[in-house]
């Protein structure tokens, strides 16, 4: 959830991350989880701006991520209608 939230073309700050996904952590824990994500490459930290942004690596991620959902959907959805004809 943090991944897609800080998926905005500004980035976000730690404040508006935690807002936007909801989180009830304190705000220390958040920076490490962020941190973590930072090591990992999966999120960039803009120091002159103050905000956080996802890398490449996560925008292809959650793009092939939605895509499966969506394929799961369809599948989901025909396999409904079959059982409905028989």
Sequence with gaps: MI???ANVSG?????KI???ANLIT???QLKEYLSSLEKN???AFQK???VYRTTYKVM???QTYNHIIELIANVEEEYASR???V
């Design 3 to 5: 991944l897609q939230t």
């Design 11 to 15: 980035g976000l700050t730690l404040a």
């Design 18 to 20: 935690g807002e936007k």
């Design 26 to 28: 304190p705000s220390q």
């Design 41 to 43: 490459g999966l999120i």
């Design 48 to 50: 002159g701006e103050q």
């Design 60 to 62: 292809h991620f959650l």
């Design 83 to 85: 059982c409905r004809t």
